[in-house]
C-alpha cells in the first residue's frame, strides 16, 4: 500500500512536469536546476488539495508524497489543508496515515517533528492529536506488545512534551506497565521539563520518574529528578534550576 502511494505520488509529479533524478529532481521548466526534496515540497505539495479529486484521494495522495520527498513541509500542506474553509480533512484518513508512518520501520522524523511542533505545541490541537496517535489505543499497544505497535508508542512518547499533562499522563501511567517503554516515558518526562512549551507537574511527574526501570547512569537521571524535588515545572520557568541541578550532582 505504501509503495502504491508512493508511485501515484511520483507519478503526479511527472504530470507536474517535476521528476526524479540521480541527485535530486528538476523541473521540466528548468531541466538544468537540480531541486532538493524540501524545494520540491515547497513549490508543488500545496497543489495535491487543488487536485480535482476526492478529498480522500488527495490526503492519500499528499502521504504518498510525504513518503516519497520525506519532508517535513508536505505535513504543513496537510495541516493547511486540514484548517482551511474545506477542511477538515477525514480523520479516520488522517490519523490513519500518521499512526502507519509511526509503525513503519525507518526513519520517521517527518512525521515526530510534525506532531511535535505542529499538533502538540498548539493546545487547540494536542489533545486530539494525542489521542489519535497514541491515547486512544495505549491500552491495545500494552496488550500487543507488537514492535510495530512498540515504535509508535516511543516515538509518540519521545515527542509529547508539549501535550498538557493531564492530558497525557493517563497514558504515561498505562505505558509504565512496560519496561521496554520505560527509557521513552524518560525521555518524554525530560522533555516535558525542557521543551519551550513542556508541561508537566512536578509532583506527578517525579512519582512516575521513581518508578522507571533505567540504568543507573543514565544520563540526565540525576538532574531530572532534582529539578522535580525542587518543584520546578519548566526549564524556561525556572532558568537557572537545570544549571544548579548539573551543579548539584556533579
Given at each position: 500500500?505504501?509503495?502504491q ?21 528538476v ?8 531541486l ?8 508543488w ?20 508524497l510525504?513518503d ?13 489543508a ?15 496515515g500518521?499512526?502507519?508512518r ?8 517527518a ?16 489533545a ?17 506488545r ?105
Amino acid at each position: 500500500m505504501v509503495m502504491q502511494a508512493v508511485e501515484a505520488a511520483r507519478r503526479w509529479l511527472v504530470d507536474q512536469g517535476v521528476r526524479q533524478v540521480h541527485d535530486g529532481w528538476v523541473s521540466d521548466e528548468k531541466p538544468d536546476v537540480l531541486l532538493t526534496a524540501n524545494q520540491v515540497a515547497h513549490s508543488w505539495a500545496g497543489d495535491v488539495f487543488a487536485e480535482d479529486l476526492d478529498v480522500v484521494d488527495r490526503l492519500l495522495l499528499a502521504f504518498g508524497l510525504l513518503d516519497l520527498l520525506d519532508d517535513y513541509w508536505v505535513t504543513c500542506e496537510i495541516r493547511f489543508a486540514n484548517e482551511s474553509a474545506e477542511g477538515p480533512l477525514p480523520a479516520d484518513v488522517l490519523w490513519g496515515g500518521y499512526r502507519r508512518r509511526l509503525e513503519a520501520e525507518g526513519d520517521a522524523e517527518a512525521v515526530t517533528y510534525s506532531l511535535w511542533v505542529d499538533w502538540f505545541e498548539d493546545h487547540t490541537s494536542s489533545a486530539t492529536a494525542f489521542a489519535e496517535v497514541l491515547g486512544n489505543d495505549i491500552d491495545r499497544v500494552v496488550a500487543g506488545r507488537s514492535e510495530a505497535l512498540l515504535r509508535r508508542a516511543r516515538r509518540v512518547l519521545e515527542c509529547s512534551g508539549p501535550v498538557r499533562w493531564t492530558v497525557k499522563e493517563p497514558t504515561y501511567r498505562t505505558a509504565m506497565r512496560l519496561p521496554v517503554l520505560h527509557t521513552a516515558l524518560f525521555r518524554a518526562l525530560r522533555a516535558s521539563f525542557h521543551d519551550v512549551y513542556g508541561d508537566l507537574e512536578p509532583a506527578a511527574a517525579l512519582a512516575l520518574l521513581d518508578r522507571l526501570e533505567l540504568p543507573a547512569n543514565t544520563r540526565h537521571l540525576a538532574e531530572l529528578r532534582h529539578v522535580l524535588v525542587a518543584g520546578h515545572k519548566n526549564h524556561y520557568l525556572s532558568p537557572g534550576a537545570w544549571d544548579d541541578a548539573v551543579r548539584s550532582c556533579s
